[in-house]
Nanobody, 118 residues
Framework: QGQLVESGGDWVQPGGSLRLSCAAS????????MAWYRQPPGNTRELVAS???????NYADSVKGRFTISRDNAKNTVYLQMNSLKPEDTAVYFC????????????WGQGTQVTVSS
């Protein structure tokens, strides 16, 4: 198993919803700034949503009002709730643990495919 284990990627019709999950080990989760990235077909990886070190959230303009990043500290898990999905949301979604502020190695999830189409 990987250090970051993702689940929830699926095919969904436009307007539908999905929730992605990223489960981390406690040692990673407690010393990391967690974020979600995505990579559309033929494009580069882009930041979708993230926490700051203080726990506030940031979102890409394209997903504001539709996506919500959250966390469950007891489960060492970060989530991405995606509502009102559009075809342009189709991408491989990646969980990321930024541990640079702690002088530690970063971790990426394996990626999970989200496809939005009729």
């Amino acid at each position: 198993q990987g250090q970051l284990v993702e689940s929830g990627g699926d095919w969904v019709q436009p307007g539908g919803s999905l929730r992605l999950s990223c489960a981390a080990s406690g040692s990673i989760f407690s010393s990391a700034i967690m974020a979600w990235y995505r990579q559309p077909p033929g494009n580069t990886r882009e930041l979708v949503a993230s926490f700051t070190r203080s726990g506030s959230t940031n979102y890409a303009d394209s997903v504001k009002g539709r996506f919500t990043i959250s966390r469950d500290n007891a489960k060492n898990t970060v989530y991405l709730q995606m509502n009102s999905l559009k075809p342009e949301d189709t991408a491989v979604y990646f969980c990321h643990a930024n541990r640079t502020p702690w002088g530690l190695k970063d971790y990426w999830g394996q990626g999970t495919q989200v496809t939005v189409s009729s």
